[in-house]
């Protein structure tokens, strides 16, 4: 114990005087007992209450605050602790001499401290991963169920519109039908164009070898018409608009502009979801025909640096080909139903958003996640019936 | 520390403020004192710039002219150490607590503490939970997040945010609006409590005719570009139009009978 009169017991900062009397252990604080001083006025409460602990035990505590010059929470907070490790050694302190500014401070500060601490609920690792795994697993089978629950929605909202044709919204199918589809127009341009040269590079580059350089058309007509050109579009606008739905949507939600539609007696699905999906109906179709011929556009220059073969050349054999009017039908047919799902995804997603901006970026990456998901599952099940039907 | 305002200590001193937004100018020659340890209300009409005064002092919003010292520092002369020094040495609490959704109310309030000082993790929690504590939210409400709370809890969990730091200014941007008469005065009540057991200096906009009546020493009224000075009783008097509506009206006059 500081046993001497008078033991200065802060570093050389004078936080602390520790003096004995006749009755009691003195502890005068002072200076400055502030969040500057937190770091070095923690470890000095905590020396103190070790000593306590060798021979406080039924001994009375004076904690003298008259010399403080400045409290703030943090201080107010050490000397509750101090006071707290002392009394659980066994004193009796009693605090004496505050000013009446630190005596209200210190009263509201130990008041709160004194709340009870929250209950912490135990976990174990291995049984949290085990229902991290089993939640997910039921989360994607109901997100499958609403999704499915949400399209059943829609086409009750597009029967609706039907029989009402006034219902539809022409305005706002015109400006998503500007932004999914004119908007997206330079990147995928660009995309397609170097996806095409990229693909006449390398089969011209095989086709060579075996002297059949011609069928660098076939090659080219037929991956981008039938596939590529329709799977690509709808990957790049399922990333670009299928995600601005969601957040768009997502932010109305957050703002309540959906509850207030709502309340207002207006369908959000006919209002934010139905105009969007028939902008993308009309405008992936659009895009992808676009996407096509920028991308044979792409082949045909790569094909005439190459291998000398003229634009004319590139499109009579485009004609003369094993290509035929149904892959090129083929192809467009997949494109309205890939609009379907992006939309209603990249809406579902942005109706599911709850109250915090972290949940509209959340939703916002899980639209684009599952809507290029579907689109690819979708795209395997075409070529399986397409086969199927011997297209 | 004192609780009691001090006459010539002034923590805010505006001067000639002018703050404007394209070609509309919402404040021009401004003056505003604001002593140590008093509470002042800002009042005005719906889009005279009350928050935009707020924002000015805080330094979110660059005045067009005039100046700004808050606690002893021209804001616009600041570098960036030192605006970042005096910006812990103010706590502000938005409209809707502006918590940040991501995270626990105990992990807003632990975030300042854990960005500018060096503590210990176990004494910050001790101290987060102490605010939240004393600004009258229960335990549980710690580990949850801003969403799952109400809007008076919201705005309780912004004030212990931003009295993490212990500020010597507290700015408050319409604490009471959005809460039901006992939460409004019960909040009040509480910004008085903590502005005597804290000394704190606090900065008020509000809407509040009880407020202003409860708890605000002094009221500057933002009329025609320019702040009007005075207490409840002394602006009661004044002649303007605008004022007398507002605290003669009936909503004033209940104030009153209240206060």
Redesign the interface.
């Known amino acids: 114990m500081a046993g001497s009169a008078g033991t200065d017991l802060g570093d050389g900062e004078n936080w602390m005087v520790s003096t004995h009397d006749e009755t009691a252990w003195v502890l005068a604080a002072c200076g400055h007992w502030?969040?500057e001083a937190?770091?070095p006025l923690?470890a000095l409460v905590e020396r103190l209450a070790g000593e306590a602990l060798g021979g406080t035990a039924g001994r009375r505590v004076r904690l003298d605050l008259s010399g403080l010059v400045?409290?703030?929470?943090?201080g107010a907070?050490l000397l509750f602790?101090l006071r707290r490790e002392l009394a659980e050694a066994g004193g009796s302190v009693a605090v004496v001499r505050a000013k009446p500014?630190?005596l209200?401070?210190l009263?509201?500060?130990w008041?709160?401290?004194e709340?009870?601490?929250?209950v912490r609920r135990r976990t174990s690792a291995v049984g949290d991963f085990l229902f991290r795994i089993g939640k997910g697993a039921s989360d994607i089978g109901h997100a499958a169920v609403e999704l499915i629950a949400f399209f059943g929605v829609i086409c009750v909202t597009l029967g609706r519109i039907v029989i009402q044709p006034r219902r539809i919204r022409g305005k706002a199918l015109i400006y998503h039908i500007e932004h999914t589809g004119l908007h997206a127009v330079p990147i995928l341009g660009l995309l397609l164009f170097l996806i095409g040269v990229v693909l006449a590079y390398q089969g011209a580059e095989q086709l060579r070898k075996v002297g059949a350089e011609i069928f660098v058309v076939n090659l080219l007509g037929l991956s981008v018409l039938r596939e590529i050109g329709p799977l690509v579009t709808a990957i790049i606008v399922a990333g670009r608009s299928g995600s601005a739905f969601t957040a768009q949507i997502g932010t109305m939600k957050v703002n309540q502009e959906v509850d207030a539609m709502l309340t207002l007696g207006l369908d959000p699905v006919e209002l934010l979801v139905v105009p969007r999906m028939l902008a993308l109906m009309v405008a992936l179709p659009l895009l992808t025909f676009f996407a096509n011929m920028v991308a044979l556009a792409g082949g045909s220059l790569m094909a005439y640096l190459l291998l000398d073969i003229s634009a004319g050349q590139f499109i009579a054999q485009l004609q003369v080909g094993p290509l035929d009017v149904y892959d090129v039908l083929v192809g467009m047919l997949k494109t309205p139903v890939f609009a379907v799902v992006i939309a209603m995804v990249g809406c579902h997603e942005g109706l599911q958003v709850?109250?915090?901006?972290?949940?509209v970026g959340s939703r916002t990456t899980q639209s684009v996640v599952e809507s290029i998901f579907l689109v690819i599952v979708l795209n395997a099940l075409f070529s399986i019936l397409f086969s199927f039907l011997r297209f | 520390?004192?609780?009691s305002p001090q006459q010539d200590d002034f923590v805010i001193r505006v001067r000639g403020l002018e703050t404007r937004f394209g070609e509309n100018s919402v404040h021009q020659n401004l003056d505003l004192d604001v002593r140590r340890g008093e509470v002042i209300g800002i009042v005005g009409a719906s889009g005279t710039g009350k928050s935009v005064l707020l924002k000015a002092v805080i330094g979110l919003i660059r005045p067009a002219a005039g100046s700004i010292v808050v606690l002893g520092h021209d804001t616009a002369r600041l570098g960036e150490r030192d605006r970042r020094a005096l910006q812990q040495r103010c706590g502000v609490l938005f409209q809707d607590g502006a918590l940040f959704?991501?995270m626990t109310v105990a992990e807003n309030v632990r975030l300042p503490l854990t960005e500018h000082?060096?503590?210990?993790p176990a004494?910050i929690d001790?101290?987060a939970?102490?605010?939240?504590?004393?600004v009258g939210l229960d335990?549980?409400a710690?580990?949850k997040?801003?969403?799952e709370l109400s809007g008076g809890m919201r705005k309780r969990a912004g004030l212990a945010r931003a009295?993490a730091?212990?500020p010597e200014i507290l700015f408050l941007d319409e604490p009471t609006a959005g809460l039901d008469p006992i939460a409004a005065t019960a909040f009040d009540q509480l910004i008085g409590?903590?502005r005597?057991?804290?000394?704190l200096t606090v900065f008020m906009v509000t809407h509040d005719l009880d407020s202003l009546a409860a708890i605000c020493d002094r009221i500057a009224v933002v009329i025609d570009k320019r702040i009007m000075m005075g207490t409840l009783d002394s602006l009661r008097a004044e002649s303007h139009p605008w004022l007398r509506s507002y605290f003669n009206g009936p909503r004033g006059r209940a104030a009153a009978v209240a206060g």
Request: net charge negative.
């Open positions: 502030d969040i937190a770091g923690g400045a409290l703030d929470t943090v907070l602790r500014a630190h209200a401070l009263d509201a500060v008041r709160a401290a709340l009870p601490a929250p709850t109250g915090s901006a972290e949940s | 520390m004192a609780a959704s991501s000082t060096m503590l210990a004494l001790e101290i939970r102490v605010k939240i504590g004393m335990a549980e710690a580990p997040f801003p969403a009295l730091l212990d409590d903590l005597h057991g804290l000394g």
